[in-house]
């Protein structure tokens, strides 16, 4: 089912990059993704507060998800000039903490988004 629902989602993101091309901000991609979702009645959530539990206890530190897409694909959105191992470690931690499976990594500051595409895989 995950799997499916990421061909819709990067189909979406692919869109939304045709039609803006690279250069602009996080933000504007990130709205514009969400318009393409809905446009395709995809379910998804945006700016969804990360729960974090430190020794059993929540700790109130303000981290926010980019999107949540049918409750079972964490999206993040990226505009930067190159995507760092961080970003990716980003994503993991927040499968993790979400106790989710799958994550894409979309850096849309590229000349063709196939390039910016990174699909994040746990267990």
């Given at each position: 089912?995950a ?13 939304v ?23 395709r ?11 974090l539990?430190?020794?059993?206890m ?7 998800v980019?999107?949540?897409?049918g ?16 970003h ?18 979309i850096?849309?500051?590229?000349e ?12």
């Amino acid at each position: 089912m995950a799997d499916s629902l990421s061909y819709d989602i990067l189909g979406a993101a692919i869109q939304v990059h045709r039609e803006l091309g690279p250069g602009l901000l996080e933000s504007a991609y990130e709205a514009c993704l969400c318009r393409e979702l809905a446009l395709r009645r995809i379910d998804h959530q945006r700016q969804l507060a990360l729960p974090l539990l430190y020794r059993g206890m929540a700790v109130d530190c303000e981290y926010r998800v980019d999107l949540i897409v049918g409750n079972l694909v964490l999206v993040e959105v990226k505009s930067i000039a190159r995507v760092l191992p961080v970003h990716r470690a980003q994503v993991m931690t927040y499968l993790k903490l979400l106790k989710l499976n799958l994550g894409l990594l979309i850096n849309f500051n590229v000349e063709r988004l196939s390039l910016g595409i990174s699909r994040i895989v746990m267990g």
